[in-house]
């Protein structure tokens, strides 16, 4: 970034649509629970979750590609660099073993408690899903060299 904030920033679990919801969960309750605003300032502000499945949202490929798997699948935007707080958090070793054993412990509270549960699979791997390349504006836009468009 252009330089440090040190306010709250907005923390946030990305996560894919059809198996990350209880993952993503799991982990913004353990992060509130453990690490926000205990030590980390965050203006006060609990962890949303967002799922990512149109193409051109950040994740958005890779959380597709774990969906059609049937793998829960989160990204963890809770501590910033940009954040002179969060950075001097993360720089002190006890604090940021906290927050990995935060991170671990959200984890391991969705093993315990969902990994037995009934996943979902992409049923037609030839159909694309809606998150597929071709989808959003931004998608359309790019000409990549060699690139070949499969779906019109």
Not at 20 to 44: D, F, Y
Not at 45 to 50: D, L, P
Not at 71 to 86: D, G, K, Q
Not at 110 to 135: I, T
Request: proline letters at 2%; aromatic letters at 8%; glycine letters at 10%.
């Amino acid at each position: 970034s252009a330089g440090w904030t040190s306010g709250a920033s907005p923390s946030l679990i990305i996560c894919n649509k059809h198996n990350g919801k209880r993952l993503a969960t799991c982990l913004a309750r353990t992060l509130e629970h453990r690490v926000l605003n205990k030590g980390m300032a965050n203006g006060g502000r609990g962890c949303a979750v967002s799922v990512r499945s149109k193409d051109a949202d950040r994740a958005a490929g890779w959380m597709n590609a774990c969906d059609d798997a049937g793998i829960p699948a989160a990204v963890i935007e809770c501590a910033f660099l940009n954040n002179r707080n969060h950075a001097q958090y993360l720089a002190n070793d006890a604090t940021a073993r906290r927050y990995a054993q935060a991170v671990g412990e959200g984890v391991v509270n969705y093993m315990r408690y969902f990994s037995q549960q009934k996943r979902h699979y992409r049923k037609n791997k030839n159909k694309a899903d809606e998150g597929s390349f071709g989808y959003a504006a931004e998608s359309r836009r790019l000409k990549v060299p060699g690139a070949k468009r499969l779906l019109h």
